[in-house]
């Protein structure tokens, strides 16, 4: 199964991501493109990064009724993105319906996986909220398996979470993973983290780094040493 290091492309602007793929001129990567640098940028960006060569994880998060998903999504199919998201709490219908919308007309289609809770929810507001009275353990894994029966790829998840996601959903489902840290970096806003290393080993399929990289001194240098944790190469 494919494993890879994702770089999550968290700037503002075209310009501050451009700069900084310079350093990566000869490479070709794989980037995470979220809702700030779409909302600011529209398609033409990663229309831009994709005719540089890198392969895109549109990180756009898509939530509503099935038909609006599935027509968003074969809008973002012609963007030629190679990885896309909803949030699992649309249902299993939406998610099918998302399926769909990607699979349209080809065979060729970006992995679609699913954000099960979102980290940033604690225990607290998914009982006085979301009046989920399930633990948090229990509510991500039924998630990810509503999300394996719908057909979907994976689910983005805590490397903490990985191996029992696979345990649940089996190994072909894919572990996308946030929350990565190098053993002497800064942990940021981040509180559940592990290394690369740690994440190879839990299980994690991808990871997704943002900060560590983009905002290192030398962010070709601690790509590298990404890999070379993770992949071990
Ligand atoms: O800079 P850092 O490595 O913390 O970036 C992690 C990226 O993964 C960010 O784009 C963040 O929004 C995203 N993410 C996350 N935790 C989740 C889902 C997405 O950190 N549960």
Same mark, same amino acid.
């Given at each position: 199964?494919?494993?890879?290091?994702?770089?999550?492309?968290?700037?503002?602007?075209?310009?501050?991501?451009?700069?900084?793929?310079?350093?990566?001129?000869?490479?070709?990567?794989?980037?995470?493109?979220?809702?700030?640098?779409?909302?600011?940028?529209?398609?033409?960006?990663?229309?831009?990064?994709?005719?540089?060569?890198?392969?895109?994880?549109?990180?756009?998060?898509?939530?509503?009724?099935?038909?609006?998903?599935?027509?968003?999504?074969?809008?973002?199919?012609?963007?030629?993105?190679?990885?896309?998201?909803?949030?699992?709490?649309?249902?299993?219908?939406?998610?099918?319906?998302?399926?769909?919308?990607?699979?349209?007309?080809?065979?060729?289609?970006?992995?679609?996986?699913?954000?099960?809770?979102?980290?940033?929810?604690?225990?607290?507001?998914?009982?006085?909220?979301?009046?989920?009275?399930?633990?948090?353990?229990?509510? +991500?894994?039924?998630?990810?398996?509503?999300?394996?029966?719908?057909?979907?790829?994976?689910?983005?998840?805590?490397?903490?979470?990985?191996?029992? +996601?696979?345990?649940?959903?089996?190994?072909?489902?894919?572990?996308?993973?946030?929350?990565?840290?190098?053993?002497?970096?800064?942990?940021?806003?981040?509180?559940?983290?592990?290394?690369?290393?740690?994440?190879?080993?839990?299980?994690?399929?991808?990871?997704?780094?943002?900060?560590?990289?983009?905002?290192?001194?030398?962010?070709?240098?601690?790509?590298?040493?990404?890999?070379?944790?993770?992949?071990?190469?």
């Amino acid at each position: 199964m494919a494993k890879d290091v994702i770089i999550a492309c968290d700037f503002p602007g075209r310009e501050e991501t451009l700069g900084f793929l310079e350093d990566f001129k000869d490479e070709k990567l794989f980037l995470k493109i979220g809702m700030e640098l779409f909302y600011s940028q529209g398609p033409d960006i990663v229309r831009e990064i994709k005719d540089m060569g890198h392969r895109i994880f549109l990180d756009l998060k898509l939530h509503d009724i099935p038909n609006t998903v599935k027509s968003a999504m074969k809008v973002l199919k012609g963007l030629s993105v190679d990885m896309v998201n909803v949030h699992a709490a649309g249902t299993s219908e939406m998610m099918k319906a998302a399926l769909e919308g990607l699979s349209e007309g080809t065979e060729e289609r970006p992995l679609l996986i699913a954000v099960t809770q979102l980290t940033s929810t604690g225990k607290e507001s998914l009982m006085s909220e979301l009046l989920i009275n399930s633990s948090m353990e229990e509510t +991500v894994m039924h998630y990810a398996l509503n999300a394996r029966n719908s057909g979907l790829d994976g689910v983005v998840c805590s490397p903490l979470e990985a191996k029992d +996601v696979h345990k649940v959903c089996g190994d072909d489902f894919l572990t996308v993973t946030p929350g990565i840290r190098f053993k002497d970096s800064s942990a940021d806003d981040q509180k559940r983290i592990m290394t690369p290393e740690m994440a190879s080993k839990a299980g994690s399929d991808y990871i997704v780094v943002g900060r560590p990289v983009t905002r290192a001194d030398d962010p070709k240098e601690a790509y590298r040493r990404c890999r070379k944790e993770f992949l071990g190469e």
